[in-house]
């Protein structure tokens, strides 16, 4: 089986691109969503109103990014079918369980519940309310893990066997279905990444949480209060985040040469191992060239660390100059610098991804099946226009929104979309001759329920 | 259990989650469609998209869900279908994010101007979901799912299937919304004017929700989905553990419908 090498390039731009796209919004989401949960919480508990402010404020923030991150995901889930078939064919008995278990068992409650959070604002009592969240907030974790079972299976294969028969009984060719139902769910290659992404994305959070604080500070914003707490709660977590990703970081580096020796062997720049590499694949799966790009491979890791290097010198002292008020209100200097810092996280993820997808080359799962084995039988002029359409979407989605973003962050907190109670805005609003209801519209019942006005 | 019988749940859960998308996703398409008839000025928009916002993101789950069955029950087939509908599944995915887009700029408050491009994005979207549905439908009923369908059966069938979302979200409107989109609504359902009969909203929604969910059903009929099936160590795992969770999906949308339902006079989530 061939296919046209530019469908082949045309698919990989089309994952590439959208699955960047993708995760640009999923890194804060995961992060905010922690964050914002506790925040409610701590809302709920006390009951202050700076506490209660900053909820809708970060809320409204989370809410933004989390829409855009939905709708870029509705393209991933269809695209492993569309543009990857053989994936299916050949993996298909373990890999799409995963991805199946990610819709029903977390996603479904993480949209419907997300719903009823953003949109129950005044409509539950503030303990139910809160716990929506936390559900919303665990929900998107076991998201994270079941999708991470299915990437690190591609990047590890375990647990697994060769059935003749492939991934389904009428299926044409060979395949692997599943043999150790444990070793896929606690594949090391999957853990690993997991909670490296855990403390990476609560480090987008965080620095981006400082970084809009910083803003407000930076302006002298008459909410000083809210903006001290929300940038010190930032800098805070950012430290042990920071520790939690490098240290998981480290693990995986360390384990690589066990599970991919050759991404391993060329992220070390060692030549002689990856030409003893290359001469024995070679030897084992047919002539071929199995050195990854350098520069993707390399150059992801190199930007991932040094990223991670720079971090570290604004996050450390920036944990310690947080604990001054003064320094908080007053030195300008480190506003700037929190600021110029909010693109960095976002950098060292999408550089550390490039790293492990691209160093995986040119398997799609690890010494088994070939990305160009597994790219769809479409002619390049159908992946051209996929890649065209999805392209401008993506683009135009993530500039849109990024700006959309910034502008909902630099308005402040005054009165956010976000738990406005439009019971008390809307009645003046309505013109007349609206207010004949049908026989089954009775008055409004959101007023009889439990009221949190925030 | 036998490969027999977790075939046959696979495939009823597969048609569980499709049949819940085309009734409940369904309707919000629907009434998107038509937002620009019902709704005469913005507040009127305003008020019939306060009917759609709190529901869609519980409502889209169900086609996100209806998918990961289709990848993880039956990956192969789902891969030969969706590689050969390629091309009828890029539009539909385009006007669902179109759709959401127009649905999250127009909550975010803005201009009158951004408003007026948010409605043309919510039903520029709808219809292009619903058309590209229409072609998608077609190709499942007309026996060759693998490749890209045209012909008679297609021109047919996409103006049909656009109309019967069309009128399912019209219906739909009947019975959520109020005011003049709600007058409107039914008399497009035959419920209104001087002669509309009163409780005729509701069965006539029945009606096409029952249409809607029909829809899925007899046109994926014919699909060889039981025989191509992943094997047993997979499906011995993952049906019962959806079968497990269903239920506490269902309950969870139903509370979802019962705490954010209601009619109001005025726009109450936008």
Redesign the interface.
């Known amino acids: 089986m061939c296919v046209d090498p530019e469908t082949l390039d045309l698919a990989r731009w089309q994952f590439a691109l959208t699955a960047g796209g993708h995760f640009l919004f999923v890194a804060l989401t995961l992060g905010l969503a922690g964050v914002v949960a506790c925040i409610q919480t701590c809302a709920v508990v006390s009951g202050a109103s700076v506490h209660q402010r900053m909820v809708r404020f970060w809320g409204q923030l989370y809410v933004?990014n989390y829409?855009v991150g939905?709708?870029?995901g509705?393209?991933m889930?269809?695209q492993?079918?569309?543009?990857?078939?053989?994936?299916?064919?050949y993996?298909?008995?373990?890999?799409?369980?995963s991805?199946?278990?990610?819709?029903?068992?977390a996603?479904?409650?993480e949209?419907?519940?997300?719903?009823?959070w953003i949109?129950?604002w005044n409509?539950?009592n503030k303990w139910v309310h809160l716990g929506l969240l936390w559900v919303v907030t665990l929900t998107a974790y076991m998201s994270a893990y079941w999708i991470l079972i299915t990437n690190g299976f591609l990047n590890n294969p375990v647990g697994y066997r060769s059935?003749s028969?492939?991934?389904?009984?009428?299926?044409h060719g060979s395949g692997i279905?599943?043999?150790d139902?444990l070793a896929v769910l606690t594949n090391p290659s999957a853990l690993l990444a997991f909670f490296h992404i855990l403390g990476g994305a609560l480090l987008t959070a965080a620095v981006f949480m400082a970084g809009v604080s910083a803003y407000h500070l930076f302006r002298r914003s008459p909410e000083h209060e809210l903006f001290r707490k929300s940038l010190r709660t930032g800098v805070f977590t950012s430290v042990p985040a920071l520790f939690l990703t490098a240290a998981v970081g480290g693990v995986q580096l360390g384990s690589l040469s066990g599970i991919q020796p050759m991404k391993a062997a060329v992220f070390a720049g060692k030549e002689s191992t990856i030409a003893r590499l290359q001469a024995e694949l070679a030897a084992q799966f047919g002539p071929g060239d199995y050195v990854p790009s350098t520069a993707l491979t390399r150059g992801g890791a190199v930007v991932m660390l040094a990223v991670f290097a720079l971090l570290l010198y604004v996050c450390l002292p920036g944990a310690v100059l947080a604990c001054f008020r003064k320094a908080v209100y007053r030195f300008r200097a480190w506003h700037v610098l929190l600021m110029v810092m909010v693109p960095l996280p976002y950098v060292a993820m999408t550089a550390g991804w490039v790293f492990r997808e691209a160093g995986r080359q040119p398997w799609v799962v690890q010494g088994l099946l070939k990305t160009e084995d597994a790219v769809?039988?479409?002619s390049a002029g159908?992946m051209r226009?996929?890649l065209a359409?999805?392209g401008t979407?993506f683009t135009l989605?993530v500039t849109v929104n990024w700006w959309?973003l910034l502008r909902?962050a630099a308005r402040g907190p005054d009165d956010p979309?976000l738990g406005r109670d439009?019971?008390d805005s809307?009645?003046d609003?309505?013109?007349g001759?609206?207010?004949?209801?049908?026989?089954?519209?009775?008055p409004?019942?959101?007023a009889r329920r439990p009221v949190w006005s925030l | 259990m036998s490969q027999t019988v977790l075939e046959t749940l696979a495939v009823a859960l597969l048609s569980f989650f499709t049949v819940g998308y085309f009734v409940l996703g369904g309707a919000d398409l629907g009434l998107g469609m038509v937002l620009p008839y019902l709704g005469r000025g913005p507040y009127e928009r305003r008020l019939v998209l306060d009917a759609v916002v709190p529901f869609f993101l519980g409502n889209e789950v169900w086609l996100i869900a209806a998918a990961g069955v289709f990848t993880g029950c039956f990956p192969a087939y789902e891969g030969e279908l969706f590689q050969g509908q390629f091309m009828v599944l890029v539009p539909l995915l385009t006007g669902w994010m179109v759709r959401d887009t127009g649905l999250w700029w127009r909550r975010n408050g803005g201009s009158a101007g951004r408003h007026i491009l948010a409605d043309g994005l919510v039903t520029g979207g709808s219809w292009t979901v619903a058309l590209s549905w229409g072609w998608l439908l077609a190709g499942l009923a007309g026996g060759t799912p693998e490749q890209l369908t045209g012909g008679p059966l297609v021109v047919l069938a996409v103006p049909a299937v656009a109309a019967l979302f069309a009128a399912h979200g019209l219906a739909f409107g009947a019975v959520r919304l109020t005011g003049k989109p709600w007058e409107r609504a039914r008399r497009m359902t035959g419920c209104g004017g001087h002669g509309g009969r009163v409780g005729c909203s509701r069965p006539t929604l029945a009606l096409t929700a029952v249409a809607m969910a029909a829809l899925p059903l007899v046109a994926g009929a014919r699909l060889p989905l039981a025989e191509s099936a992943v094997t047993g160590p997979v499906l011995g795992l993952l049906v019962p553990a959806l079968l497990v969770m269903t239920p506490l999906l269902v309950a969870a949308q139903v509370w979802m419908w019962r705490a954010l339902s209601g009619r109001s006079a005025a726009p109450r989530f936008m």
């Open positions: 933004v829409a939905i709708v870029t509705i393209v889930e269809f492993f079918g569309m543009a990857w078939s053989g994936l299916g064919h993996a298909g008995g373990l890999f799409g369980a991805l199946a278990m990610e819709t029903v068992v996603f479904f409650i949209s419907t519940f997300l719903g009823m949109f129950g409509r539950f059935s028969s492939g991934s389904s009984g009428s299926s279905e599943l043999a139902t769809s039988q479409l159908e226009t996929s359409v999805f979407l989605l959309l909902t979309a439009e019971r809307a009645t609003g309505a013109t001759g609206d207010a004949d209801g049908g026989p089954g519209g009775g409004d019942d959101g």
